[in-house]
């Protein structure tokens, strides 16, 4: 970094800091997993939902999400600006409930299988729409009123099923690839952001998919690993460039809000009146990074990552390269080598549990056109997706989840 740029950090820094000792949080909610709540929690969110889907906001946030979208997405304005859009819905929701938080999906844990997770039941948000229609969950019933009066529709993107989404595995490889914005948000928007929108289809896949509550726990859990990422030795990354071409900067404004970009950079302080539970909180020892996916049940929470730091050091170098000194700590490089192909993770029984890592599903065409990704990088970045898929099949690798 130049001079300048230090020194605008260092401003940036004081700016914020500032700002945030000024405006403090009064009441700092906890975002959680959604499968944790209980139902009692449920029915509390599902009852201001419903009311602010009566007093009109959920066309009111539809209509800003379409009406910004060039402003927001292939460009690096994404984390910043969904975190405050998400934020806003959040006090939106307060106004009818004080406590009430944006749940998150987890939605790397049910990446194989998405269609089958418990998220998609009418117990939570329901299921894939009949012809077009959602009759169950959340928002059966409901009329949605942005662009014009429709039920919420959904449409898997392989009939009754949907394809394969990317494992918590890549995306925790990818996170510690990038350090810099710019790479972090354009493989996270080419990948994970784009196979669950396209997955879900529907509304989903529109310039106003925040219609479909799936939206908000989608980007909270994008938002959840920002944070994650952010914790890792890049809380004030912010780099790149805005939809006109201009570098961003922790003193940019937002789109639509006008807010600086860096009053978003910290949960808890400023606005961001918001954590999310559990992250942070899985650490190994002498090793700060951790997946951030919840293993399913009776699969041993760290199996996952004592497995890949045993992968060959040359895979370990190229796809999870802070790994590398936690896993020479273990065994001599040389003995870190296996590649035996019968290795799994071990459930609490001890029987071999584990899965193949499989292909996730590429964008579309028309998702990449209506996004004006170049598409040259979104197939290199597809490209690198399967090999990472056949190089730790190859090496032994069996993912927990
Ligand atoms: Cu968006």
């Known amino acids: ?54 007093d009109g906001w959920f066309g009111y946030f539809a209509d800003i999400h379409n ?3 060039n402003n927001i997405h292939g460009n690096d304005n994404f984390f910043p600006w969904h975190r405050r859009f998400l934020r806003d819905f959040e006090e939106v929701g307060q106004r009818y409930d004080p406590d009430f938080a944006v749940p998150f999906w987890d939605e790397l844990r049910d990446s194989r299988n998405p269609a089958g997770s418990p998220v998609l039941t009418d117990r939570r948000v329901g299921g894939n729409g009949f012809g077009g229609c959602v009759r169950d969950g959340l928002q059966q019933g409901w009329t949605m009123s942005f662009p014009g009066p429709h039920c919420l529709v959904r449409g898997y993107d392989r009939g009754g099923q949907m394809q394969s989404w990317y494992s918590p595995e890549f995306v925790f490889s990818m996170m510690q690839r990038y350090n810099d914005m710019h790479g972090f948000r354009e493989n996270i928007e080419f990948t994970l952001h784009g196979s669950v929108h396209l997955g879900v289809g529907g509304d989903m896949a529109t310039l106003y998919s925040s219609n479909d509550f799936i939206f908000f726990l989608h980007h909270a859990n994008l938002d959840r690993l920002w944070d994650q990422w952010q914790s890792w030795g890049h809380q004030w990354t912010m780099d790149g460039r805005n939809h006109a071409g201009n570098s961003i900067g922790l003193n940019s404004g937002l789109p639509h809000y006008g807010d600086a970009v860096g009053s978003t950079m910290q949960l808890g302080v400023n606005r961001m009146c918001f954590r999310y539970a559990g992250t942070g909180s899985r650490r190994k020892s002498g090793n700060s990074l951790a997946l951030v996916s919840t293993p399913p049940p009776g ?30 700590g273990n065994a001599p490089a040389g003995a870190a080598a296996g ?26 065409d028309a998702w990449v056109g209506m996004h004006r990704f170049d598409r040259n990088k979104v197939a290199k970045t597809m490209e690198e997706a399967r090999e990472f898929v056949d190089v730790l099949n190859r090496a032994g690798y069996r993912s927990p989840y």
């Open 67 to 69: 009406r910004e979208f």
């Open 1 to 54: 970094m130049n001079v300048a740029g230090f020194v605008g950090l260092v401003l940036a820094h004081f700016i914020v800091g500032l700002t945030a000792a000024q405006s403090g949080c009064s009441h700092v909610v906890t975002r959680r997993d959604i499968m944790t709540l209980s139902p009692q929690e449920w029915d509390q969110m599902a009852g201001v939902l419903q009311r602010m889907q009566n």
């Open 339 to 364: 590649t035996n192909t019968t290795r799994s993770t071990s459930g609490s029984s001890g029987r071999l549990v584990g899965h193949f890592l499989v292909y996730p599903a590429p964008l579309t």
């Open 299 to 328: 699969r041993g929470a760290t199996s996952a990552e004592a497995d890949l730091e045993k992968l060959p050091l040359p895979v370990l170098q190229k796809w999870f390269p802070a790994l590398v000194n936690s896993a020479r």
